[in-house]
């Protein structure tokens, strides 16, 4: 479309209904009666961020990927129409399908009625009670929800989350996914759970088309999520090296454990002792919490028992 024409369009899709249907009518004479039909009727909202997906190709690739089979429990959050829910109901998952929009969340009561696995929620995904037992999640959600949504599943560690498939838009993947946490949370999230980019996907996968590409994210829980003591103390270890990242990082862990048994710590974790502790990746801040654990060590300088609990437990608190 040439430069001079284009520029009489709005970005319909981003506009208002109201807004698109005068500039119609305004514009085009002929589709004024078309316009006029039109005019009582109203779109579903559109949430900031919120972009659903449709490409079939791709939601069986995240069902797949998920390990969501027969039993399994899994949330999709930010479930619109259903693609994804309709997906996992179909490989025998139990579905709860969180919608915050009351209209979409009527049309998946409508589309799963009578169907045993899905159960549909209206809820903000923000707020909605997580289950208590294990659980997976499959799920495209607005992308502006990203970082509440990561708080949500990754922040507290008595959440039971046993893996998750996101579609997110790409910019927000790739720190995510990023090496080299930027900071004390990101930290805490990338130590405790693998966080990869599996690969682009493009607006054309969507309804509306977002203006940018989105992006496969693969959540896996590591070992330590198995251990509450350990998470514990990485918690304390994090928090002191984001207040000086550019600290040497025995010289951090010395503050807590002693100088010569942090840096036997460090090596044993391979990590070289002089690095400065804010330029530690996700997998070295695990190695680091793992091996506090599995050698009996707390931050307080007190030998551990089994599990890295305190080896006299009468009145200890860790």
Request: aromatic share 6%; with cysteine; hydrophobic share 45%.
């Amino acid at each position: 479309m040439p430069t001079r024409c284009a520029a009489r369009f709005p970005p319909i899709l981003e506009s208002s209904w109201s807004t698109t249907l005068t500039f119609l009518r305004a514009s085009f004479p002929r589709l004024r009666p078309l316009c006029l039909g039109l005019a009582g009727r109203r779109l579903a909202p559109n949430p900031a961020g919120a972009h659903f997906l449709r490409d079939h190709t791709l939601i069986a690739e995240l069902v797949r990927a998920s390990g969501a089979g027969q039993g399994r429990l899994v949330l999709d959050l930010g479930a619109g129409s259903g693609a994804i829910t309709a997906r996992l109901a179909a490989a025998g998952a139990r579905v709860i399908a969180i919608e915050h929009d009351p209209r979409l969340a009527a049309g998946l009561r409508r589309r799963f009625d009578g169907d045993r696995r899905v159960e549909v929620v209206q809820a903000d995904l923000r707020t909605v009670p997580l289950p208590r037992r294990e659980f997976l999640v499959v799920a495209s959600p607005p992308f502006s929800l990203t970082t509440a949504l990561c708080r949500r599943l990754l922040d507290d560690p008595a959440v039971p989350l046993a893996g998750a498939e996101l579609i997110l838009q790409r910019g927000a993947a790739r720190w995510l996914a990023s090496p080299r946490p930027r900071d004390a949370e990101t930290a805490w999230w990338a130590a405790r759970y693998e966080l990869r980019l599996a690969r682009t996907v493009s607006p054309a996968s969507f309804v509306p088309p977002p203006r940018v590409d989105a992006a496969r994210l693969t959540i896996t829980p590591r070992a330590i999520t198995q251990h509450p003591g350990a998470q514990r103390r990485l918690r304390t270890v994090l928090r002191a090296a984001y207040r000086r990242p550019g600290a040497r990082a025995d010289a951090l862990l010395g503050g807590l454990l002693g100088g010569r048994q942090s840096r036997r710590l460090l090596i044993g974790a391979a990590i070289d002792p002089a690095a400065p502790a804010g330029h530690l990746t996700g997998d070295q801040w695990h190695r680091l919490a793992i091996t506090l654990a599995d050698r009996g060590h707390g931050l307080d300088g007190r030998a551990r028992g089994p599990g890295g609990w305190p080896a006299r437990t009468a009145n200890c608190h860790d």
